[in-house]
């Protein structure tokens, strides 16, 4: 919907489809990617791993994260793979928290593949001090040893003491899937994360976007903390590969926006 809104407002005849690969098939598809008349593409789990092994050479942003979502082709025909994910991130901050990159501090909810993206964000954006907070701690401070000095991985045990000294809280972690022994009523207020250990200068961000307020964010908003959601991150980060594929670098407007939520608000 994001790219074929822009291929309209250009003009191009050029097309965005969705194809369903099986694992265990996406080498052939991505080495077959051209003479099947791709321009380039994303890809999304689980072949972001596969995509980083077939692109011949990466960008920077995709050597640190260990991932690439955007595939395109040079002149010379060699496939490149990027990663998109912490450029959308920025510029959605940009967009929707201006300031936010003053940030001494972060703290990082989840040490997934998303925070990797985050995480090489928020360095390559000057923040001097990233803390990943993580339910396996080991899995945290491997991620924050992959990022070297500035970044330190911990439990959840120590979750509100880095919440103290957070400039900027960002959620990674997806929403977990409803319990269907649950028989709490729809109208019941929903338990929220606790941020009242957060500063009260403290930026929210979730790059979760369904829904669009996350309960991370509904708490953020009854502290009255300034907070963004993580729509614009899909949003923006869509950019770079419609200008590597078409030649024509977008922008992300309100409209388009409007239009996802209403997609989003459907259900379907």
Known sequence: MIHQSWLAEFGLAGSYSRVGVPPEEIAEFLKSLRKNGFVGGNVTIPHKLAAFAAATRRDAAAEAI?????????????LVGGNTDAYGFAANLDERLPGWADAETAVVLGAGGA?????????????????????????????????GPGVSGHGEAER?????????????????????????????????????ALPDHALVTDIVYVPLKTPIL??????????????????????PGFERWFGRRPAVGEALRAKIIRDIDSGV
């Open 66 to 78: 260990g991932a690439v979502n955007t595939l395109w082709f040079e002149k010379s025909g060699r």
């Open 115 to 147: 925070a990797r993206a985050v995480i090489f964000a928020l360095l390559k954006r000057g923040v001097k001090s990233v803390r990943i907070v993580n339910r396996t701690l080991e899995r945290a401070e491997e991620l924050a040893a992959r990022f």
């Open 218 to 239: 509904q708490a953020a908003e009854a502290r009255g903390l300034r907070h963004a959601d993580g729509l614009g991150m899909l949003l923006h980060q869509a950019v």
């Open 160 to 196: 509100e003491a880095q919440l103290k000294a957070a400039d900027l809280l960002v959620n990674t972690v997806p929403i977990p899937a409803s319990d269907p022994d649950d028989e709490t009523p729809d109208w019941f207020a929903p338990k929220l994360p606790d941020l009242a």
